[in-house]
């Protein structure tokens, strides 16, 4: 079953702000990742994170493994329009390679 | 650039009635996966298959079946198709390195069950 609590479950924010969410699991994950779903298209993946501690950034994006192994953290900094949609924490449980297990995603909302 | 497809975007199906669905992808990879998202929930698994003819159960198989005949293709199968199997189906590939990154999403199956 899911593992992955993930939060807010949505947020509805004005264009320019600065986002934040975070996955924590009741397990240790290896691995992080950080999916985007544009609605009414399959997920894309935005940034993995291997090691505990990593910080790791994609243009606006930046995502951290926590240190404990149990958490993740997901910032958007200057929302634009085009960032709505819905995001994702994943990762494998029991280090389970390819199989993946999903947060309930974030819907993000933003108002130009 | 690499390719999921899935066969159907939209579907309105009646309760009782056998529902296919096709997945395809380009990429060569070995692993395919089901999933079906519904509000709150996120994706959850349904079935993964690594190889040709095999295939596992993944968090939420019951009312379900799966077929992988062949490398690139793999069909999910609502053999009596009920209200509650009114959701957003999506498939999955992947190689059986890296961890994550090397999966890719087809866009998804909105099925309705009347």
């Known amino acids: 079953g899911q593992q992955l609590n993930q939060s807010p479950q949505s947020m509805f924010i004005q264009e320019g702000e600065d986002v934040s969410m975070n996955c924590t699991s009741s397990s240790i994950f290896n691995t992080w990742l950080w999916y985007k779903q544009d609605p009414g298209e399959g997920p894309v993946l935005l940034i993995a994170?291997?090691?505990?501690?990593e910080l790791t950034s994609n243009g606006r994006l930046t995502a951290q493994f926590g240190i404990t192994r149990k958490d993740s953290f997901l910032n958007i900094s200057a929302s634009i329009p085009s960032d709505v949609g819905i995001y994702f924490c994943?990762?494998?449980?029991?280090?389970?390679?390819?199989?993946?297990?999903f947060g309930g995603g974030t819907r993000l909302m933003v108002k130009p | 650039d690499v390719k999921v497809t899935q066969s159907s975007r939209y579907l309105v199906k009646r309760t009782g009635e056998k529902v296919f669905l096709e997945c395809v992808q380009d990429?060569?990879?070995?692993?395919m996966f089901w999933y079906r998202q519904d509000p709150g929930l996120g994706l959850r698994l349904i079935y993964f298959s690594y190889d040709v003819k095999m295939k596992e159960k993944g968090d939420i198989p019951e009312g379900y079946s799966v077929s992988r005949e062949k490398k690139e293709r793999f069909s999910l199968i609502l053999e009596s198709a009920s209200t509650n199997q009114t959701s957003m189906y999506l498939c999955?590939?992947?190689?059986?390195?890296?961890?994550?990154?090397?999966?890719?999403f087809g866009e998804g199956s909105w099925l309705t069950v009347v």
């Open positions: 990429m060569d990879h070995e692993n």
């Open positions: 994170l291997y090691k505990a501690g």
């Open positions: 999955a590939s992947s190689s059986p390195t890296g961890a994550g990154n090397t999966i890719y």
């Open positions: 994943a990762g494998p449980p029991n280090n389970a390679g390819n199989m993946l297990t």
